[in-house]
């Protein structure tokens, strides 16, 4: 398999799709690592296995619509896979296998079938010192974003899952690319107002345009660094309750065509009425309450 992933939104060729299947109990609210699944958990609104087995089978006839080769995780008992974007990553043909929070780490067992697929040369496991999930990586081209927490309260806090030793790491993977990092406001609790991954906060479309939140950034001049790239005109600017029900978090089969939450009205009818992408809708509210969305259920490995 030729790995090829320079950015978000280029003609998607194949992707791993997250599996629901056998996973697992209802955590307590000390096992969630979340603050959409706190919430979930406390309010008794935790989703069901066979809600999220049936919104990810919505996801996968979407790809199977547009000719997508659709791979999946090993199926492992009583263990959510559901968010394979945290679990690896590809970055132009380089695979890369994340250093996930020890609560995770079963899930890493899941991808070995997918990993014989690819040249062993090209599959990049990364120091010990260097945390980092997917969700925080964001390409656009000869930019790489991403999101990280560097306070000292770090290890504090279960939602700070990339470290700043991450981004020196993939600067010297990519001396050619321009690395980009953003602190994002953490909090385990209040999904109001914590951002679990970069992709919670901003995430390209189209060719040129992006999907925003401002207030998900910790300092305002790195949200501005974003604004400069992309110019205010090209930038889609989500409300605090627009980013709670995590729409900032779409996923692009193409340029010209993303998917999202059907919910998300305001977004859809801008994707398509003002930048003129196409918009398949679909259901997959359950799985946004435990933490992640669209961009997050996939792995995409293989881009035009």
Not at 21 to 29: A, F, K, Q, Y
Not at 43 to 56: F, G, K, R
Not at 163 to 192: A, C, M, R, T, W
């Given at each position: 398999m030729r790995l090829n992933v320079q950015n978000e939104t280029a003609q998607l060729k194949t992707v791993v799709l997250g599996i629901a299947n056998s996973n697992g109990t209802i955590p307590t609210l000390e096992e969630t690592f979340?603050?959409?699944?706190?919430?979930?958990?406390?309010?008794?609104?935790?989703p069901t296995e066979q809600n999220a087995i049936n919104e990810?089978?919505?996801?996968?006839?979407?790809?199977?619509?547009?000719?997508?080769?659709?791979?999946?995780?090993?199926?492992?008992?009583?263990?959510?896979?559901?968010?394979?974007?945290?679990?690896?990553?590809?970055?132009?043909d380089q695979f890369f296998i994340?250093?996930?929070?020890?609560?995770?780490?079963?899930?890493?067992?899941?991808?070995?079938?997918?990993?014989?697929?690819?040249?062993i040369s090209k599959i990049n496991s990364l120091p010990e010192e260097v945390f980092v999930e997917g969700g925080d990586v964001v390409l656009y081209?000869?930019?790489?974003?991403?999101?990280?927490?560097?306070?000292?309260?770090f290890k504090d806090y279960k939602t700070a899952r990339t470290?700043?030793?991450?981004?020196?790491?993939?600067?010297?993977?990519?001396?050619?690319?321009?690395?980009?990092?953003?602190?994002?406001?953490k909090n385990d609790q209040n999904p109001y107002e914590g951002i679990l991954h970069m992709d919670?906060?901003?995430?390209?479309?189209?060719?040129?345009?992006?999907?925003?939140?401002?207030?998900?950034?910790?300092?305002?001049?790195?949200?501005?660094?974003?604004?400069?790239?992309?110019?205010?005109?090209?930038?889609?600017?989500?409300?605090?309750d627009e980013?709670?029900?995590?729409?900032?978090?779409?996923?692009?089969?193409?340029?010209e065509i993303v998917v999202s939450e059907k919910n998300f009205t305001r977004l859809n009818n801008h994707l398509e009425n003002n930048w003129n992408i196409k918009v398949e809708r679909i259901n997959y509210n359950n799985i946004s309450k435990m933490g992640g969305l669209l961009r997050c259920s996939t792995m995409p490995l293989i881009r035009e």
């Amino acid at each position: 398999m030729r790995l090829n992933v320079q950015n978000e939104t280029a003609q998607l060729k194949t992707v791993v799709l997250g599996i629901a299947n056998s996973n697992g109990t209802i955590p307590t609210l000390e096992e969630t690592f979340d603050a959409k699944s706190y919430e979930a958990v406390k309010n008794n609104d935790y989703p069901t296995e066979q809600n999220a087995i049936n919104e990810i089978s919505e996801f996968e006839k979407i790809f199977k619509k547009h000719n997508i080769e659709v791979l999946r995780p090993n199926l492992i008992e009583n263990c959510n896979q559901i968010f394979s974007r945290d679990v690896g990553f590809v970055i132009e043909d380089q695979f890369f296998i994340s250093n996930i929070i020890p609560d995770r780490l079963e899930e890493l067992e899941a991808y070995k079938t997918i990993k014989s697929k690819i040249d062993i040369s090209k599959i990049n496991s990364l120091p010990e010192e260097v945390f980092v999930e997917g969700g925080d990586v964001v390409l656009y081209n000869d930019y790489i974003f991403v999101g990280t927490y560097k306070q000292k309260d770090f290890k504090d806090y279960k939602t700070a899952r990339t470290n700043v030793e991450f981004v020196d790491y993939i600067k010297s993977k990519f001396p050619n690319k321009i690395v980009l990092d953003f602190e994002l406001n953490k909090n385990d609790q209040n999904p109001y107002e914590g951002i679990l991954h970069m992709d919670c906060t901003f995430n390209p479309v189209g060719k040129d345009k992006a999907i925003i939140y401002k207030d998900g950034f910790l300092h305002e001049n790195e949200y501005q660094k974003i604004v400069d790239i992309f110019g205010k005109e090209n930038l889609f600017e989500v409300t605090k309750d627009e980013m709670y029900i995590m729409a900032p978090n779409v996923f692009s089969i193409s340029p010209e065509i993303v998917v999202s939450e059907k919910n998300f009205t305001r977004l859809n009818n801008h994707l398509e009425n003002n930048w003129n992408i196409k918009v398949e809708r679909i259901n997959y509210n359950n799985i946004s309450k435990m933490g992640g969305l669209l961009r997050c259920s996939t792995m995409p490995l293989i881009r035009e």
